[in-house]
């Protein structure tokens, strides 16, 4: 994209501009950009020339767009002070354009000339051209803006459109600077890498985004509705800048770019409460239990299930819960090891046995305690149906399983007591097709007995159940295993799993595997890594489990990216 500008001086935004926020809302557009084949590759190292040849060939048209846009921005400003900084910005895009040839040359492209624009550069130059012009939705055609107020606007929706474009690719060079080796001097994208790392190309977009809040303040709140359309759009037309770009090598990602349902086998196995939720399931039923609990003077009806009162079902569930955060920190703290051991799948495996034992008398507390008597199975169902899951979860298990070219499986490992409120959350997002292996309530006439049937309830009956589902399948298929969890009771099946993925920051999970010599590896720096390792059969490449290594994500937007890119 476009070559930086010099430094036009820092201005930091306060935390609740709106550029900030804009950023902070659009997360999933920076990381499909940042997970994206191209990307993986430049940072590597092992991008092909000519890919990266063509790429910044239509840097002259990105910057002969970003000047004219200014131009027009600059002309709508009433304010000086605007009007000033949009010169200098404008100033900076010039200064690159003359110094484009020279840029080239210094990356050992030799002399390049302009080329034709293609198709992705031209859907976002028009973008910001058509938006400098006054063509936006909700406003008059250009050259009937009857007041300068209505042309200020134009130059503040201008910024909205162009200053996605600088926060991303100052986002991309600061990640990608952090990937630098200091002993490798041959990496051959370094010097564009640290251009955007720059202070200068960073403080040019600090002042861009303060500019953008600067013109904005005015603004309705439709009015910044339309700059967050717009803001949206241009990261959008980002994303599809970055995958139009032809790569002929072989890459990492995403995992299902050349998967064959006639020969290959995508199993994905998840853990549920705090991996896909926001919320532990027990949290909930416990809420479902309280707020339909009888009140201490309410006589209950003959001939149903005796039910605790509120109060007593809070205190019973109050030292249910306290009781197990005491004795699990203890159970944890006693399988460690003295001293730090080198990874080992069954050593880890037998510690994990006393874990499994405890979850097991936790799990016979519950049901001695009777807090779980008297649930409507219709109040399970409505919890489940509103039951928040982390951002991005839904979405991607959509789309894997309505993918029939995928023909993908999908399984379900949880701890949850009740599948069938695991099932109502995931049948509102149509995804009625994931396989629920968890445990169950036990349901007279439709009101639980306070019973748990159970099927999963340590990390033990976890990997029995993933075997025997792996077991299950075609040998005559090649299956890629992958496994996306967030806690200790999932360690040994993500240990298993081909590619196993840690959500969450779980400081039980992160001490046990340390301890046991598990490797934490954030998920982009690693695909670099695999990328740096790529043979050109792609014999390099291979996923193997119980290698000791687990990959890190922020979210589900990063496992959206690895497996099926934008």
Same mark, same amino acid.
């Given at each position: 994209?476009?070559?930086?500008?010099?430094?036009?001086?820092?201005?930091?935004?306060?935390? %609740?501009?709106?550029?900030?926020?804009?950023?902070?809302?659009?997360?999933?557009?920076?990381?499909?950009?940042?997970?994206?084949?191209? &990307?993986?590759?430049?940072?590597?190292?092992?991008?092909?020339?000519?890919?990266?040849?063509?790429?910044?060939?239509?840097?002259?048209?990105?910057?002969?767009?970003?000047?004219?846009?200014?131009?027009?921005?600059?002309d709508?400003?009433? %304010?000086?002070?605007?009007?000033?900084?949009?010169?200098?910005?404008?100033?900076?895009?010039?200064?690159?354009?003359?110094?484009?040839?020279?840029?080239?040359?210094?990356?050992?492209?030799g002399?390049?000339?302009?080329? !034709?624009?293609?198709?992705?550069?031209?859907?976002?130059?028009?973008?910001?051209?058509?938006?400098?012009?006054?063509? &936006? =939705?909700?406003?008059?055609?250009?050259?009937?803006?009857?007041?300068?107020?209505?042309?200020?606007?134009?130059?503040?929706?201008?910024?909205?459109?162009?200053?996605?474009?600088?926060?991303?690719?100052?986002?991309?060079? @600061?990640?990608? =600077?952090?990937?630098?080796?200091?002993?490798?001097?041959?990496h !051959?994208?370094?010097?564009?890498?640290?251009?955007?790392?720059?202070?200068?190309f960073?403080?040019?977009?600090?002042? #861009?985004?303060?500019?953008?809040? @600067?013109?904005?303040?005015?603004?309705?709140?439709?009015?910044?509705?339309?700059?967050? @359309?717009?803001?949206?759009?241009?990261?959008?037309?980002?994303?599809?800048?970055?995958?139009?770009?032809?790569?002929?090598?072989?890459?990492?990602?995403?995992?299902?770019?050349?998967? %064959?349902?006639?020969?290959?086998?995508?199993?994905?196995?998840?853990?549920?409460?705090?991996?896909?939720?926001?919320?532990?399931?027990?949290?909930?039923?416990?809420?479902?239990?309280?707020?339909?609990?009888?009140?201490?003077?309410?006589?209950?009806?003959?001939?149903?299930?005796?039910?605790?009162?509120?109060s007593?079902?809070?205190?019973?569930?109050?030292?249910?819960?306290?009781?197990?955060?005491?004795?699990?920190?203890q159970?944890?703290?006693?399988m460690?090891?003295?001293?730090?051991?080198?990874?080992?799948?069954e050593?880890?495996?037998?510690?994990?046995?006393?874990?499994?034992?405890?979850?097991?008398?936790?799990?016979?507390?519950?049901?001695?305690?009777g807090?779980?008597?008297?649930?409507?199975?219709?109040?399970?169902?409505?919890?489940?149906?509103?039951?928040?899951?982390?951002?991005?979860?839904?979405?991607?298990?959509?789309?894997? &399983?309505?993918?029939?070219?995928?023909?993908?499986?999908?399984?379900?490992?949880?701890?949850?007591?009740?599948?069938?409120?695991?099932?109502?959350?995931?049948?509102?997002?149509?995804?009625?097709?994931?396989?629920?292996?968890?445990?169950e309530?036990?349901?007279?006439?439709?009101?639980?007995?306070?019973?748990?049937?159970?099927?999963?309830?340590?990390?033990?009956?976890?990997?029995?159940?993933?075997?025997?589902?792996?077991?299950?399948c075609?040998?005559?298929?090649?299956?890629?295993?992958?496994?996306?969890?967030?806690? &200790?009771? %999932?360690?040994?099946?993500?240990?298993?799993?081909?590619?196993?993925?840690?959500?969450?920051?779980?400081?039980?999970?992160? #001490?046990?595997?340390?301890?046991?010599?598990?490797?934490?590896? !954030?998920?982009?720096?690693?695909?670099?890594? @695999?990328?740096?390792?790529?043979?050109?059969?792609?014999?390099?490449?291979?996923?193997?489990?119980?290698?000791?290594?687990?990959?890190?994500?922020?979210?589900?937007?990063?496992?959206?990216?690895?497996?099926?890119?934008?």
């Amino acid at each position: 994209m476009a070559i930086p500008p010099k430094s036009v001086g820092a201005v930091i935004p306060t935390e %609740d501009g709106l550029a900030s926020r804009f950023w902070i809302k659009f997360r999933r557009e920076s990381v499909l950009s940042l997970y994206s084949p191209f &990307v993986i590759c430049l940072a590597s190292g092992s991008l092909e020339i000519d890919t990266f040849r063509h790429c910044i060939a239509q840097d002259v048209h990105f910057l002969k767009a970003f000047a004219q846009a200014y131009e027009l921005a600059e002309d709508c400003a009433d %304010d000086d002070d605007a009007k000033l900084a949009i010169s200098k910005l404008r100033k900076g895009v010039l200064e690159a354009l003359k110094l484009h040839n020279s840029f080239v040359q210094e990356w050992g492209l030799g002399f390049v000339k302009e080329c !034709p624009i293609n198709s992705a550069t031209l859907k976002y130059t028009e973008f910001v051209l058509a938006t400098a012009s006054g063509k &936006v =939705e909700g406003l008059k055609a250009p050259g009937k803006l009857d007041t300068p107020f209505e042309k200020t606007k134009i130059a503040a929706y201008t910024l909205g459109a162009m200053t996605p474009c600088m926060r991303l690719y100052a986002f991309l060079g @600061k990640e990608l =600077e952090a990937l630098l080796d200091p002993n490798e001097h041959d990496h !051959p994208y370094k010097k564009w890498i640290r251009n955007y790392s720059s202070e200068g190309f960073q403080a040019t977009t600090l002042q #861009t985004e303060d500019l953008l809040d @600067k013109l904005s303040v005015s603004l309705t709140g439709e009015e910044l509705n339309i700059i967050e @359309k717009l803001y949206h759009q241009a990261m959008k037309l980002e994303i599809e800048f970055f995958y139009a770009q032809t790569l002929t090598q072989p890459t990492v990602i995403p995992l299902t770019k050349e998967h %064959d349902p006639a020969r290959d086998c995508l199993m994905i196995f998840s853990d549920f409460d705090l991996t896909c939720t926001v919320v532990d399931s027990s949290a909930i039923l416990a809420e479902i239990a309280i707020v339909t609990a009888p009140k201490s003077d309410q006589n209950q009806p003959e001939g149903q299930i005796t039910r605790m009162s509120s109060s007593e079902l809070r205190n019973t569930w109050g030292e249910l819960s306290q009781q197990y955060t005491e004795e699990y920190e203890q159970c944890i703290e006693s399988m460690l090891p003295s001293k730090k051991e080198e990874f080992n799948y069954e050593t880890l495996h037998t510690a994990l046995e006393k874990l499994s034992d405890f979850e097991k008398r936790a799990n016979s507390r519950v049901i001695e305690s009777g807090v779980l008597k008297g649930l409507n199975f219709e109040d399970i169902k409505r919890a489940g149906e509103r039951l928040i899951l982390q951002d991005g979860c839904t979405n991607f298990l959509q789309k894997i &399983v309505k993918d029939e070219n995928l023909n993908a499986n999908v399984h379900l490992l949880s701890y949850c007591w009740c599948g069938d409120l695991i099932r109502a959350a995931f049948s509102s997002g149509g995804l009625d097709v994931v396989n629920i292996h968890a445990n169950e309530l036990s349901f007279q006439e439709s009101v639980s007995t306070g019973e748990i049937i159970m099927e999963v309830q340590s990390p033990i009956d976890k990997i029995e159940a993933f075997d025997k589902i792996i077991q299950g399948c075609s040998d005559d298929k090649r299956n890629l295993t992958v496994y996306i969890g967030d806690s &200790v009771g %999932d360690l040994l099946c993500l240990l298993k799993a081909d590619i196993g993925i840690v959500i969450g920051s779980s400081s039980s999970l992160r #001490t046990v595997g340390d301890q046991y010599g598990v490797s934490f590896v !954030p998920l982009f720096p690693g695909l670099v890594k @695999k990328q740096k390792e790529y043979g050109a059969d792609g014999s390099c490449c291979i996923w193997k489990g119980q290698s000791g290594i687990l990959y890190t994500a922020s979210g589900w937007d990063d496992i959206h990216a690895l497996f099926l890119g934008h």
